[in-house]
């Protein structure tokens, strides 16, 4: 019986085997996957949020509906005062989202609260870390 080049010696086998299996394990574990769930959900929770609560709307009820929308975990920093872009100022908040697809994915809410309670300023991001 004749062997194939192309597997080589001993070692060689050994190596594309390992190789396999730990590419394998990736793909299967998540690693190597794009985050599509995480995605389509930061896409429409963004567009829903941009609707619901526009420049002046409750501060309290946006708060309330994104506390809502974490299912995993959601956590917020302490606020901070800067100025408003509306003029004033506006107390600087910062809320996260928590979703762990192959890698942990996170949805930021960054808004700024006036001395009336209204949202003065509200933008998103997203981030991944594995």
């Known amino acids: 019986m004749k062997r194939s080049a192309f597997l080589g010696n001993r070692q060689t086998r050994k190596s594309l085997v390992l190789a396999l299996v ?3 394990c990736l793909g299967g574990c998540g690693y190597l996957k ?3 769930a995480f995605r389509a959900e930061y896409a429409t ?3 829903e949020a941009e609707r619901k609560f526009p420049t002046g709307s ?3 009820a946006f708060e309330a509906w994104f506390a809502g929308k ?3 975990r959601l956590e917020s920093n ?3 005062l800067r100025p408003s872009k509306t003029g004033g100022q506006c107390e600087a908040r910062n809320m996260w989202l928590r979703r762990v697809e192959g890698c942990i994915n996170i949805m930021a809410a ?3 609260v006036d001395e009336k309670g209204k949202i003065a300023d509200l933008t998103f991001s997203d981030s991944s870390y594995c």
């Open 58 to 60: 409750s501060a309290p």
């Open 110 to 112: 960054n808004y700024c």
């Open 70 to 72: 974490s299912a995993f």
């Open 78 to 80: 302490p606020p901070i």
């Open 34 to 36: 794009e985050p599509v």
């Open 22 to 24: 730990v590419l394998g």
């Open 45 to 47: 929770l963004k567009l």
